[in-house]
């Protein structure tokens, strides 16, 4: 198990109330199951066993991630957005 650093923005940080929160998790889908666990605000946010089609994970900036076992080193940070489009 890895602590994890999860960054809200946008919606999500609205419907968490706060702007990041540490988890323990080893992979992708762990941290999410936390965030969802320690969020109420956030339930729906693992659908079917996948992140819902209505927000985007990135792993450092760097990345959008797709795959929740992807493992999560000590320190990483994930950026949960929504996917809402702009215009």
Do not use: N, W
Not at 29 to 43: H, K, S, T
Not at 77 to 85: C, E, I, K, M, Y
Request: net charge negative; aromatic share 4%.
């Amino acid at each position: 198990m890895a602590e994890v650093i999860i960054e809200f923005y946008g919606i999500p940080r609205e419907r968490a109330g706060l702007a990041e929160m540490t988890v323990q998790a080893a992979d992708v889908g762990a941290a999410l199951v936390e965030v969802e666990r320690l969020c109420p605000g956030l339930r729906g946010l693992v659908a079917a066993g996948r992140l819902s089609p209505h927000f985007r994970l990135s792993l450092d900036g760097r990345q959008f991630l797709t795959d929740e076992r992807q493992p999560l080193t000590e320190g990483a940070r994930l950026l949960l957005l929504s996917a809402d489009a702009g215009g």
